[in-house]
């Protein structure tokens, strides 16, 4: 009976498995699976045997799966078709050597999984009719794919019963990216660079922390600037040295130039005076002079803790001059939540939640709207003084000024947060 494309089997099931030779005699056993990524990345492109059944005979050669037919008992090769000594592992991707027990990125579910099994479907008609091909379907990661694998060697019918009574996790092997396997000879998401760039930074520092070393620096490098910032800011200082130890100062200071100021200078204050010395001088003299400015105050002291990125303008200003500069303001947006009004001084003199913003005319002025509690620290105001008036005025954002009551910069809510996170 003719048996058609679309049978669904697996890399645990044909592990092992009897090879014919044309002549219908055992050839070999199945004892890998090599992919061609140059040339289809999507298709097993043969069967690595192992041949003969003593110790002394046994090696491995490569069958390619066109040249195979299914026959009665089994897989067989086609007439004429050539066993061949495998020249190269390293010019395939080999399925359990590469993929099975590694672990790689589920980026719908925001964590590491690791490579249990692999679903594998037939193309073509199995009766010698049309040529075979054995195409990669999906990547399995739960527990259907660790029971196919523990009860090897039982028989299939029996292990397929009962693994179908267990609940599938699988990723489709479309986002399975076959290009960067060195130095770790492991396989990434080929969506880790446009969907791991929308994921909170806080989602990439967990999946960091989750990898080993050589996996790890893979993904960190493979990140661009900005998002790479990002994750460096929500990991503690122990991480954040193991995520640049391998960066040359260049490298690191193209992050930092994409990090908030404040939380710049701590991550170069955990460093050692050389490194952080050297990446002080590959960085742009505008960033460098910012961030050695917030180095010179203690890491437990609000200008120790805060960013000196914020919207301020004149107190005098319009709300059409509110909204260009929020166009124009080139640090993290989403933590900006008021407009800071000076005097010709520099005193702060006003507070102007962006909401506000919304609901006013263009050429209104802000000091003309509902302004905000104004509520400021001063610059060696301690850490625990910082977190009381966060608490007791139930604010977004506190505004820390110098000894002539000038603003010199603001601590968010989140950094914060953070700090009490990374202490506890």
Known sequence: MTRHANQRTSVSALMGARINGADGRMLGSVREFAVAPADDACHIYGLVLRLGSSAKDMRSSLVPIAGMLQADKGLQLREGTEVIEIPDADVYLLLERDLLDQQIIDVNGHKVVRVNDVELIWEGCLDGTDHLSLRIAEVEVGLRGAARRLLKGLPQASVDRFAARLPASVIPWDFVDLIDRDPSRRVKLKIEQNR???MHPSDIADILEELGPAERHALFTSLD???????????????????????????????VEEMDPGAAADF???????????????????????????????????????????????????VSDAIK?????????????????????G???????????????????????????IVTCNVDASGKKVAELFDKYNLRSLSVVDDDKRLVGVIHAEQVIAHLRHKH
């Open 196 to 198: 791991l760039a929308s």
């Open 225 to 255: 600037e900005e998002v790479a910032a990002e994750a460096l800011e929500e990991v503690d200082p122990k991480m954040q040295q193991a995520l640049i130890e391998q960066l040359d100062s260049e490298q690191v200071a193209g992050i």
């Open 268 to 318: 170069l204050s955990e460093l050692s005076d050389e490194r952080s010395e050297a990446i002080l001088e590959e960085m742009d003299p505008e960033e460098r002079h910012e961030v050695e400015e917030l180095l010179e105050f203690s890491g437990d002291s609000a200008a120790g803790r805060m960013t000196t990125e914020y919207v301020a303008l004149p107190d005098t200003s319009l």
């Open 325 to 345: 500069a929020l166009a124009e303001f080139e640090g993290d947006i989403e933590v900006v939540t008021d407009i800071l009004l000076l005097d010709s001084n």
């Open 347 to 373: 005193h702060l003199r006003g507070l102007v939640p962006i909401v506000r913003l919304l609901l006013s005319k263009p050429e209104a002025t802000l000091a003309s709207l509902p302004q905000g509690h």
